[in-house]
């Protein structure tokens, strides 16, 4: 399984940005798909996760602010962000969790999200 990760950047606190992570290879054997970040000095953390039956999970410091979603047709995964914080600069993994598996054992390559105060 590839994963291959877009749609970071710059923004001003309070807009918004859209995620993308597009699965190819063995897709067939991904159950769940989530977003991962790691901003310097902290330990990575999952975002926000997805499971092949659209059930969702969100950290805390995320919840009504980011969504995530997936077009199992294209195999893609988005985490649409609103109301950014400059806590939320970080790089942005995507990651997918095997069927049977309780880690996610692909990574994407790291989106980096800044948001300036």
């Known amino acids: 399984v590839q994963l291959q990760a877009s749609g970071g950047g710059l923004v001003q606190a309070g807009g918004s940005l859209r995620l993308s992570c597009a699965a190819s290879g063995s897709i067939f054997s991904i159950n769940a798909m989530g977003w991962y970040r790691q901003a310097p000095g902290k330990q990575r953390e999952l975002v926000a996760a997805i499971t092949s039956t659209a059930s969702t999970t969100y950290a805390n410091s995320v919840e009504g602010r980011f969504t995530i979603s997936r077009d199992f047709a294209k195999n893609t995964v988005y985490l649409q962000m609103n109301s950014l914080k400059p806590e939320d600069t970080a790089v942005y993994y995507c990651?997918?969790?095997?069927?049977?598996?309780?880690?996610?054992?692909?990574w994407g390559q790291g989106t980096q999200v800044t948001v300036s105060s």
């Open positions: 990651a997918a969790q095997p069927y049977l598996c309780t880690s996610y054992d692909y």
